[in-house]
């Protein structure tokens, strides 16, 4: 079983930058591709990034000011968020697959976190 802990969420101003961090308790943390994922309230979850063996992709709207990235020596993946919007306001989700690679559907994710909440105010 894999649990995933996110944090860094909170409540900040358009134009300015937040990061946030996803612990994993498991062994094998770098053979998952680790990816992000948000919810708006009364929207789907949507595809943020994912990082697979170090090799990052991005939903082609934040490429540019999304950064994803991994320290596997500590189990953790990290969202840096710069430039931020209102519209970025979302739970924002940490999510494990063990199976897809670059996957941006919600259903080929194994396991998730429960999700920190970011404000982007104007």
């Known amino acids: 079983q894999v649990q995933l802990v996110e944090s860094g969420g909170g409540l900040v101003q358009a134009g300015g930058s937040l990061r946030l961090s996803c612990a994993a308790s498991?062994?094998?943390?770098?053979?998952?591709?680790m990816g992000w994922f948000r919810q708006a309230p009364g929207k789907e979850r949507e595809f943020v990034a994912v990082?697979?063996?170090?090799?990052?992709a991005y939903a082609d709207s934040l490429a540019g000011r999304f950064t994803i990235s991994r320290d596997n020596a500590k189990n953790t993946v990290f969202l840096q968020m710069n430039s931020l919007k209102v519209e970025d306001t979302a739970v924002y989700y940490c999510a494990a697959a063990g199976r897809r690679r670059f996957s941006r559907l919600v259903m080929d994710y194994d396991y998730w976190g429960q999700g920190t909440q970011v404000t982007v105010s104007s």
């Open positions: 498991v062994r094998t943390f770098s053979s998952y591709a």
């Open positions: 990082d697979s063996w170090g090799t990052p």
